[in-house]
């Protein structure tokens, strides 16, 4: 393969690392990629996976990328790989370029892994055809190849295969917690990184998993709706003869999103499925339990994180909270006149990931990891007269070190990138060391859960102290606890 040196960095883009899943292949898991012969060019993103989005995309779409510091290094590098977000229906790697954080001594790499039905889909004649396989979580299975690619290859670049950590956002952070949580992700990182991980979730209430047997249900129901009756193998011969656009109908992000806060799965796609082997139970089983993959993690949210759910008074809102209706209208709303839809923002996002966040930090430190917790706050200077705090996502540039891609590069001041230096050097520490500290930065505390403390990036910088949010996690703590 040949990449592309530029500003200090080595790229290759590109680089299949799985058969394309089309055809018989569709909805199976990744087979080995078709060698080549002679020097593969990889200097272009591959098409993204399948989605409504209107960007490349190709059902052809199991691809990576690294990058690297084009110096040469005494040692092998440790590895960072990313997953991305987008509710299991959009997005892709090229969204992310990672030259800024490669930049800073560590190895990075992306990957797409399929989405929507053609990730997510898990039709009783599946079984039949692939006893073998694991049913339904074709996305996860993708990610899972990728990893021992990374196992497998990632030498040759110079990285080292025993220095890996996954880190991710949203749906990619609940990527990460599959592989946390996953019997057959074992051995494959060293550490993780979960950005308001989405689905699976930390809370079963919040994010919900499907069973096996429901998520054969949505998908018979789904194929039945496009005039595929049958169970078999002629169904499956059926299925596989839709055009990739017929698959794509309803499974937009919007749609998948406003699904989600009503508590309904899209029609035909399951999300993530505890299938028996890649998931044998819900992450917060597993946690409670113990059983996760013990690996020093860095987690955190957002503090206007993503709300997913619908109230259309104040009454519905609160009587989310049961018996303690009263104690969280005081939370919330003290004074009354905070509006329906800032109501709706923080509770909704307190729910869905920043009290699943904190919960999930505090089982892994109760069972013996160590664990970091943040939350972001900082908002870019131009848009602090618009945003009241950081949204859903937004961390993620300043992560990567690339605080433009919110606000463009004439927009961005030296806060903004003082801030971005700050957090991106928090995650290459903790990629490269298994800390986060070092270099003079503000020190960030191991994270104990009979302590009420964590390190909150906001727009007055960096501030180590007392979650101002408590309160209100506390009760959701209290609900979840309650309604087991």
Request: proline share 7%; net charge neutral.
């Amino acid at each position: 393969m040949r990449g592309v040196l530029a500003n200090s960095v080595i790229s290759w883009k590109g680089i299949p690392y799985a058969a394309a899943p089309v055809g018989d292949l569709r909805w199976r898991n990744p087979q080995p990629a078709l060698p080549w012969t002679g020097v593969k060019e990889t200097n272009r993103f591959g098409p993204a996976c399948m989605q409504t989005d209107n960007v490349p995309k190709s059902e052809d779409c199991l691809t990576l990328n690294v990058w690297r510091p084009a110096q040469a290094s005494a040692r092998p590098l440790p590895v960072m790989v990313w997953m991305h977000g987008g509710a299991m229906v959009h997005g892709g790697a090229s969204l992310y370029p990672f030259d800024a954080m490669a930049a800073k001594g560590v190895m990075v790499v992306s990957m797409n892994f399929r989405l929507g039905r053609f990730g997510y889909f898990a039709h009783p004649a599946l079984g039949a055809e692939a006893p073998d396989d694991v049913r339904g979580n074709y996305g996860f299975m993708d990610q899972l190849a990728a990893l021992r690619w990374v196992r497998n290859n990632i030498a040759a670049f110079g990285g080292d295969p025993d220095q890996v950590t996954i880190f991710g956002e949203s749906a990619g952070g609940g990527s990460v917690l599959a592989h946390l949580v996953s019997p057959m992700s074992r051995g494959l990182f060293q550490r993780a990184i979960l950005q308001s991980p989405g689905t699976p979730g930390p809370r079963a209430r919040a994010i919900p998993s499907s069973d096996l047997a429901t998520a054969e249900k949505i998908a018979t129901d789904w194929s039945r709706s496009v005039g595929v009756t049958g169970e078999g193998v002629a169904a499956l011969k059926e299925l596989r003869a839709l055009p990739a656009a017929k698959l794509l109908e309803g499974v937009s992000a919007a749609a998948t999103t406003e699904g989600a806060g009503g508590r309904h799965h899209p029609p035909g796609m399951a999300m993530s499925i505890i299938d028996g082997r890649f998931l044998t139970e819900r992450p917060e089983a597993a946690l409670a339990a113990g059983r996760q993959t013990v690996v020093p993690v860095i987690i955190g949210a957002n503090d206007r994180d993503l709300a997913l759910g619908s109230a259309s008074t104040k009454y519905e809102l609160f009587g989310l909270f049961g018996p303690d209706a009263d104690k969280a209208r005081r939370l919330y709303d003290p004074l009354g006149d905070s509006t329906l839809d800032e109501l709706k923002q923080q509770v909704f996002a307190d729910r869905t990931l920043v009290e699943p966040a904190r919960h999930l930090a505090n089982e892994m430190a109760r069972t013996g990891q160590t664990v970091w917790l943040y939350r972001f706050a900082y908002v870019s200077e131009a848009q602090r007269g618009q945003n009241m705090g950081a949204l859903h996502g937004y961390e993620i540039p300043f992560a990567m070190n690339v605080p433009a891609a919110l606000v463009g590069p004439k927009k961005v001041t030296p806060t903004d990138q003082a801030m971005a230096d700050l957090v991106s050097a928090y995650w290459v520490s903790f990629g490269l060391t298994t800390d986060p500290n070092g270099g003079g930065r503000p020190m960030w505390p191991r994270h104990d859960r009979d302590v009420d403390r964590l390190m909150h990036f906001t727009n007055s910088g960096v501030i180590v102290g007392t979650d101002p949010l408590k309160p209100r996690l506390d009760l959701w703590q209290r609900v979840w606890t309650r309604d087991r």
